[in-house]
């Protein structure tokens, strides 16, 4: 499958934006995990706006920086949302609520709770009736989210905004489902060849056994630091494609899979 | 893009539900007008009824799968032995080879029940106990794992998650990785189990009906909870000329098409926008005009909402000319299986050539226009529509025909 990067987001710890991000993979910039700010967003309606958790403010915000970064209409694109754990926050509060016969269930937290819940947003603030798909792949969310994508980009023939997205895991489920960091990252991919595109992609699935394209910066102490991100956050997988796009030059990448890899030719326009 | 190339064989399928485990147990429940929601007792929660799945608490997992243990993944355990569907899964993977067949597997809660239980267990020190495995239970993509490691498949797999059209997106999706020719076939499917976050999160938003659902009556007053499993094989059309052993049902899918409310998180579309939306790009990607469907199997939750929009939405697409109708007074509403379970209903409906009324209606809402059926009716059918519609304005619609 072919497509062609039209824009891309990243909202990290330590990267407030892909300038930032690129800078440091480049090696022009070090690297500090200072927590990244997440802007409520602007395109909701004040109350909605206020009651935003935190990874809705994350996903909403790659996603809409990353149209922004293509140059196209948030309301006109297909959606592909990833995301390991969802929002983590409301799904332990629920838990620890339903632990307490003498506490309430917020209706609220409830509807919040769906793993779709920062897409929806997305799409009642970007007033958007295009499709929406949501995963869950564990710490394999943003290979499989890539790969599908990129399938339901080719075969409708559609632009795609891809948003992967994860946050820490609070206690207690943090116990059991360790997470840290916070990383966003938003491709809006093309079918087609767009005149100010990033880079082409050719992804192709691979049932045979592979290990993640480790990361690879200037920096030994830099690398050394994200590739810990990579193990904590599952979104930040996504960090050895990052890197091929600010360092330039042809890459093949490979995404390991539970089972099987997502194989990524990366050819810059 | 011709509707040949979009037209996908679904080869094998059953379904678990209230009313019945796999096609003759279900068909029969659908013919005789017998419901399957009881009173419910579920976890000390007796607000209103549910649909509950006999013999999922003593299923047993494989052994080299007992990590997966779990409410959910038992249920689709037997939706797997039943109706001989793996082993017709099992052909098409000798056929294809097992890293050619994708799992695409929708739900929304997965095995969270695991975690209630871990959380109603933590100890003093807040420790949760160490036996709890969340990667294998809670986590979404345990059902597509468990799917996709029982049945030794190597294919990409899933895990669509959106609320109540979980599933029905999980058919586009296989779609997408057949015809984009990642895959040959892809095992689809959905599971959602009872739990407590579903029932009591339901009651908190005062959406659970106090007596069984009745979709499409005028007194409707909410939803009844339900748990279901379902799987079922779909290939390309160009794929194996023999097929495998019969297994449960077949069907062609022909259309199917998604859209956004993009209004609210809970609360749909009032005039059922998205809702016209999907259906209207399910007929657009079937080649069909809405004067081709015979019947559609409708969300019909029971909640006032839902049914009043998905009425001026039915009746804006298709007037007062197709007959429709809710199966959700069989099953009650079973979140993101319903789509599974809803496509063997449509590919029942086809294959037997009958029109399964609304159950539990007294008086169909005075202010429907859409043409609401309310008692069986056999009729005979070339193509069905089935909607889906869930929480953060998710809507799906799939058509299906009768198996070529």
Not at chain 2, 104 to 117: C, H, K, N, R
Not at chain 2, 126 to 133: V, W
Request: aromatic letters at 6%; charged letters at 15%; proline letters at 6%.
């Amino acid at each position: 499958m072919r497509v062609w990067i039209s824009g891309l987001a990243v909202l990290a710890d330590g990267m407030a934006g892909w300038a930032a991000a690129r800078a440091i993979l480049r090696g022009e910039a070090a690297w500090q995990p200072t927590p990244c700010a997440l802007p409520p967003p602007a395109t909701l309606a004040p109350n909605e706006r206020r009651r935003t958790s935190p990874i809705v403010r994350l996903a909403m915000a790659v996603a809409s920086d990353a149209c922004t970064a293509a140059g196209c209409d948030p309301a006109a694109v297909h959606n592909v949302f990833g995301s390991s754990n969802g929002d983590g926050r409301v799904v332990n509060a629920i838990l620890q609520a339903l632990a307490d016969p003498a506490a309430g269930l917020s209706p609220t937290q409830f509807h919040n709770c769906v793993h779709n819940a920062a897409a929806g947003y997305w799409t009642i603030g970007s007033q958007s009736r295009q499709p929406v798909a949501c995963f869950g792949g564990y710490d394999w969310s943003w290979g499989f989210s890539l790969l599908q994508a990129a399938a339901e980009a080719v075969v409708e023939d559609r632009t795609v905004l891809l948003c992967v997205y994860d946050m820490a895991m609070p206690q207690p489920l943090g116990q059991k489902r360790p997470t840290r960091g916070t990383f966003g990252v938003g491709l809006v991919l093309s079918p087609r060849s767009v005149p100010h595109a990033l880079a082409m992609l050719d992804i192709e699935y691979g049932p045979e056994e592979a290990t993640d394209t480790p990361l690879i910066l200037p920096d030994a102490q830099t690398t050394t630091a994200l590739r810990t991100l990579c193990h904590d956050n599952p979104a930040a997988r996504a960090l050895p494609l990052l890197a091929a796009l600010a360092n330039g030059g042809p890459h093949e990448i490979r995404v390991a899979g539970d089972i099987g890899h997502v194989a990524i030719k990366v050819t810059p326009c | 893009m011709t509707a040949a190339l979009t037209a996908l064989r679904l080869t094998a399928g059953t379904g678990i539900s209230a009313m019945g485990l796999g096609v003759a147990q279900t068909l029969a429940a659908l013919r005789t007008r017998r419901t399957g929601l009881e009173p419910c007792d579920f976890a000390g929660i007796t607000h209103g009824y549910a649909g509950s799945v006999a013999g999922v608490e003593d299923h047993a997992l494989p052994l080299r799968l007992a990590a997966y243990a779990c409410r959910n993944n038992r249920l689709v355990d037997m939706a797997l032995r039943t109706d001989g569907v793996a082993d017709a899964i099992m052909a098409a993977r000798a056929h294809y080879g097992a890293g050619r067949i994708g799992v695409v597997m929708g739900t929304s809660t997965s095995g969270v029940l695991a975690s209630e239980d871990a959380f109603c267990a933590m100890d003093a020190q807040g420790r949760l106990p160490a036996n709890f495995d969340y990667e294998h239970t809670q986590d979404l993509f345990s059902l597509a794992r468990y799917v996709r490691a029982a049945l030794d498949l190597r294919g990409p797999a899933l895990c669509v998650s959106m609320a109540c059209a979980s599933s029905s997106r999980a058919f586009m999706d296989a779609a997408y990785l057949i015809r984009a020719g990642l895959c040959d076939a892809v095992v689809v499917g959905g599971a959602d189990s009872l739990c407590r976050m579903t029932l009591r999160g339901f009651a908190a938003l005062e959406l659970v009906s106090a007596g069984r659902c009745r979709p499409c009556d005028a007194r409707r007053d909410g939803i009844s909870i339900g748990e279901a499993a379902g799987i079922v094989l779909l290939e390309r059309p160009d794929g194996r000329t023999i097929s495998g052993p019969p297994a449960g049902f077949h069907a062609t899918v022909l259309g199917y098409g998604a859209s956004s409310d993009g209004h609210h998180m809970s609360t749909p579309h009032p005039h059922g926008a998205g809702a016209v939306l999907a259906m209207q790009r399910a007929l657009d990607s079937a080649r069909l005009p809405a004067a081709a469907i015979d019947y559609i199997n409708l969300h019909g939750t029971g909640t006032r909402a839902n049914d009043a929009m998905e009425d001026k939405a039915v009746s804006t697409l298709f007037g007062a000319h197709v007959p429709c109708s809710s199966t959700k007074g069989w099953t009650g509403h079973t979140l993101g299986a319903c789509g599974v379970i809803e496509a063997m209903i449509c590919a029942l409906a086809l294959e037997h050539g009958f029109m399964p009324g609304c159950l539990g209606v007294e008086a169909v809402d005075p202010a429907f226009r859409a043409d609401v059926l309310t008692t069986n009716e056999a009729r005979p059918m070339r193509h069905v529509m089935s909607n889906a519609f869930g929480f953060g304005g998710a809507n799906c619609s799939l058509i299906f025909g009768k198996a070529a």
